[in-house]
T-cell receptor, first 119, second 112 residues
Framework: GAVVSQHPSWVICKSGTSVKIECRSL??????MFWYRQFPKQSLMLMAT?????????EQGVEKDKFLINHASLTLSTLTVTSAHPEDSSFYIC???????????????FGPGTRLTVL | QKEVEQDPGPLSVPEGAIVSLNCTYS??????FMWYRQYSRKGPELLMY????GNKEDGRFTAQVDKSSKYISLFIRDSQPSDSATYLC????????????FGQGTRLTINP
């Protein structure tokens, strides 16, 4: 149980294009979903926190107009990297906190990540 | 100074050895401490969760938190090749897995 998937697992795009990454909780409803970015040999950095039906809360230094987050349902959140540039190349990981059950509100379950390469 | 410091390694030990992984932190408001294991090209999975200072044991894994020194540790006994992974410490001021701050991760290899 508590499986989170991401799609695509890797993507290569040209500079200036937009890329959408999906995050789904497969067997549970999520109260909150989180988006992280991980550069090589660096720690996961929280980008934003999103709740279904409301605007995402972005961390300081993260451009909300560049990283668009849509949390359409209790099982799906999307991150769109708009006008991507090579410096946006990174590993993007989402996580979700269950709405019910023993881990409700207390644990983040992580997706496998999406590797974005911008040429 | 980073909020959470973790030696990135790599750390290589023989099978059966006791492994000690550590993190230091600067924010005294952190109360919730976690250790995650991350295999290559996978998302992190939670290993241990500790609130405030003290020890917690789960099988071969022991987590220690010393808030006075702002220092946390993860010990792995009888290490196995399957324990080879990157281990990340994470901490938060808030209950409920909010706003986790991660260490850089330590890459661990257990040699058969």
């Amino acid at each position: 149980g508590a499986v989170v998937s991401q799609h695509p697992s890797w993507v290569i795009c040209k500079s200036g294009t937009s890329v959408k990454i999906e995050c789904r909780s497969l067997d549970f409803q999520a109260t909150t979903m989180f988006w992280y970015r991980q550069f090589p040999k660096q720690s996961l950095m929280l980008m934003a926190t999103s709740n279904e039906g409301s605007k995402a809360t972005y961390e300081q230094g993260v451009e909300k107009d560049k990283f668009l987050i849509n949390h359409a349902s209790l099982t799906l959140s999307t991150l769109t990297v708009t006008s991507a540039h090579p410096e946006d190349s990174s590993f993007y990981i989402c996580s979700a906190t269950p709405l019910r059950g023993p881990a409700a509100y207390n644990e983040q379950f992580f997706g496998p990540g999406t590797r974005l390469t911008v040429l | 100074q980073k909020e959470v410091e973790q030696d990135p390694g790599p750390l290589s030990v023989p099978e059966g050895a006791i492994v000690s992984l550590n993190c230091t932190y600067s924010n005294s408001a952190f109360q919730y401490f976690m250790w995650y294991r991350q295999y290559s090209r996978k998302g992190p999975e939670l290993l241990m969760y500790t609130y405030s200072s003290g020890n917690k044991e789960d099988g071969r894994f022991t987590a220690q938190v010393d808030k006075s020194s702002k220092y946390i540790s993860l010990f792995i006994r009888d290490s196995q090749p399957s324990d080879s992974a990157t281990y990340l410490c994470a901490m938060s001021e808030y209950q409920g897995a909010q706003k986790l701050v991660f260490g850089q991760g330590t890459r661990l290899t257990i040699n058969p």
